[in-house]
T-cell receptor, first 117, second 109 residues
Framework: GAVVSQHPSWVICKSGTSVKIECRSLDFQATTMFWYRQFPKQSLMLMATSNEGSKATYEQGVEKDKFLINHASLTLSTLTVTSAHPEDSSFYIC?????????????FGPGTRLTVT | GQNIDQPTEMTATEGAIVQINCTYQTSGFNGLFWYQQHAGEAPTFLSYNVLDGLEEKGRFSSFLSRSKGYSYLLLKELQMKDSASYLCAVCDSNYQLIWGAGTKLIIKP
């Protein structure tokens, strides 16, 4: 149980285009999902907290107009990287917090590797 | 401020035991997690401690002392596949995970 999927697993796009990444909790409901970014040889960096039915909360330094987050249902959150640039190339990982859980647990998706050329 | 400290890198020998330490200072405490992350992959859950003491799960054990703001992950009978980064994360009063920078564990034959 507690499986989280991400799609796509990898994507290559041209500079200036937009890319949408989906995060789904497959066998549980998640009121809250988290989006992380990880550059090579660095730790996870929380980008934003996504809450179903409300606006996402962005961490300091993360541009909300560039990284659009939509959490329209209890099992799906999407991250859209708008007008992508090579410096946005990174490993994007989502996690989902079960609605019925202890409040701390998060289950991670497998990640999406984005390369912007 | 909130702070999680763990060593950047450790090296150990196959078959041996290694202990990875984590100290923390956070606003509130609702448990401490250890995750394993192989290069290019997402983190996978290893353990969760919310009460003081040792939790054993196969070759991996995790210890917590809340009064000292201290935890360790103990890996026994090391295997080459244990080469990975090990992330310590504390759940704070807002149920947000505060992450350490991770410890890269290198296993040598």
């Amino acid at each position: 149980g507690a499986v989280v999927s991400q799609h796509p697993s990898w994507v290559i796009c041209k500079s200036g285009t937009s890319v949408k990444i989906e995060c789904r909790s497959l066998d549980f409901q998640a009121t809250t999902m988290f989006w992380y970014r990880q550059f090579p040889k660095q730790s996870l960096m929380l980008m934003a907290t996504s809450n179903e039915g409300s606006k996402a909360t962005y961490e300091q330094g993360v541009e909300k107009d560039k990284f659009l987050i939509n959490h329209a249902s209890l099992t799906l959150s999407t991250l859209t990287v708008t007008s992508a640039h090579p410096e946005d190339s990174s490993f994007y990982i989502c996690s989902a917090r079960p609605t019925s859980g202890t409040g701390c647990e998060q289950y991670f998706g497998p990640g999406t590797r984005l390369t912007v050329t | 401020g909130q702070n999680i400290d763990q060593p950047t890198e450790m090296t150990a020998t196959e078959g041996a035991i290694v202990q990875i330490n984590c100290t923390y200072q956070t606003s509130g405490f609702n448990g401490l997690f250890w995750y394993q992350q192989h290069a290019g992959e997402a983190p996978t859950f290893l353990s969760y401690n919310v009460l003081d003491g040792l939790e054993e799960k196969g070759r991996f054990s995790s210890f917590l002392s809340r009064s000292k703001g201290y935890s360790y992950l103990l890996l026994k009978e090391l295997q080459m596949k244990d080469s990975a980064s090990y992330l310590c994360a504390v759940c704070d009063s807002n149920y947000q995970l505060i992450w350490g920078a991770g410890t890269k564990l290198i296993i040598k034959p």
